[in-house]
Nanobody, 123 residues
Framework: QVQLVESGGGLVQAGGSLRLSCAAS????????MGWYRQAPGKQRELVAA???????NYADSVKGRFTISSDNAENTVYLQMNSLKPEDTAVYYC?????????????????WGQGTLVTVSS
């Protein structure tokens, strides 16, 4: 069983920065993609940023130029650097990993979510 542990959320003033981290509890055989999603109160969960095994990235239009996703595949960790934060960035941020793991049954597909970390941006 792979678990994702997120950290780095908190309260910050508009214009400030935060760095989110998400680490897997055990080794992942193959990572296809890692991503950050967010869900604001009363809204649907949305993709913020994703990074694929080949290194390509994509971002929601609302965060382009302000957020940067990166990963350390050797450590099974993904980061989200958030700069120039705005009140509308306030949400619970979740990390997600899509890949494969080695189990006693062999290689199995994996998709797992973190528990979420709250980011609050005050105006």
């Amino acid at each position: 069983q792979v678990q994702l542990v997120e950290s780095g959320g908190g309260l910050v003033q508009a214009g400030g920065s935060l760095r989110l981290s998400c680490a897997a509890s055990r080794s992942i055989f193959r990572i296809n993609a890692m991503g950050w999603y967010r869900q604001a109160p009363g809204k649907q969960r949305e993709l913020v940023a994703a990074i694929r095994s080949v290194g390509s990235t994509n971002y929601a239009d609302s965060v382009k130029g302000r957020f940067t996703i990166s990963s350390d595949n050797a450590e099974n960790t993904v980061y989200l650097q958030m700069n120039s934060l705005k009140p509308e960035d306030t949400a619970v941020y979740y990390c997600n990993v899509d890949g494969m793991v080695l189990t006693t049954k062999g290689i199995e597909s994996l998709e797992v979510w973190g528990q979420g970390t709250l980011v609050t941006v005050s105006s």
